[in-house]
């Protein structure tokens, strides 16, 4: 585990980042309910307020028009405190959502890799990206692009492969100190 030192007093909302597969909506749920937060899945906000699913977004505004709506809701959310934040893979390709991510909470990277990302996305067809002929590539070049950023925006780096979604809840949970702040 990896980590840079952050008063979690200061800033109590914690936002999980990461790629797709490494289980930020079922650990944030998990998080959520052993804080007794409120859980939000930056995702599923979007598709609430659109009444759209992810993939029809892209396929009607493409990338650059999901990411914009994306960094609307991810600037709206990070202005609650005391929330769990599930975001979706790619929110931290915008520097304004790094920044707000960064600046407004306790932000977690769960690293997960690239086979595990696999065996946990293989039979979803919500996930635009991978409906390529080589989902397993594309999730390489994905991670590759994205872990850096990932990493620069975390306060604290937690390997998925490090137990059940509740057990990394209960982890993050003990690193960051905030079993006063319930």
């Avoid at 790629?19 to 007794?36: N, W």
């Avoid at 202005?79 to 979706?88: E, Y």
């Avoid at 919500?126 to 950023?149: F, H, I, M, T, W």
Wanted: aromatic share 6%.
């Amino acid at each position: 585990m990896e980590s840079n030192c952050l008063n979690p007093e200061a800033k109590t909302s914690i936002y999980l980042v990461g790629p797709m597969g490494a289980g930020k909506t079922t650990v944030g749920r998990h998080l959520a309910d052993l804080l007794g937060r409120s859980f939000i899945d930056s995702d599923h906000e979007i598709e609430a307020r659109t009444g759209a699913s992810i993939p029809w977004i892209f396929e009607k505004e493409g990338e650059s028009g999901f990411r914009q709506r994306e960094q609307q809701v991810i600037d709206y959310l990070t202005r609650r405190s005391g929330i769990v934040l599930a975001t979706g893979g790619g929110a931290i390709m915008r520097q304004e959502n790094r920044e707000f991510l960064k600046q407004r909470g306790i932000v977690i990277y769960l690293y997960t890799p690239v086979e595990m990302q696999l065996a946990r996305t293989s039979r979803d067809r919500n996930r635009p990206l991978l409906q390529v002929a080589n989902p397993e590539q594309k999730l390489k070049e994905l991670l590759s692009l994205r872990d850096p950023l990932y990493r620069q925006v975390a306060h604290h780096v937690i390997p998925t492969s490090d137990g059940s979604a509740r057990d990394l809840a209960q982890k993050i949970i003990q690193l960051i100190g905030l079993n006063t702040l319930r």
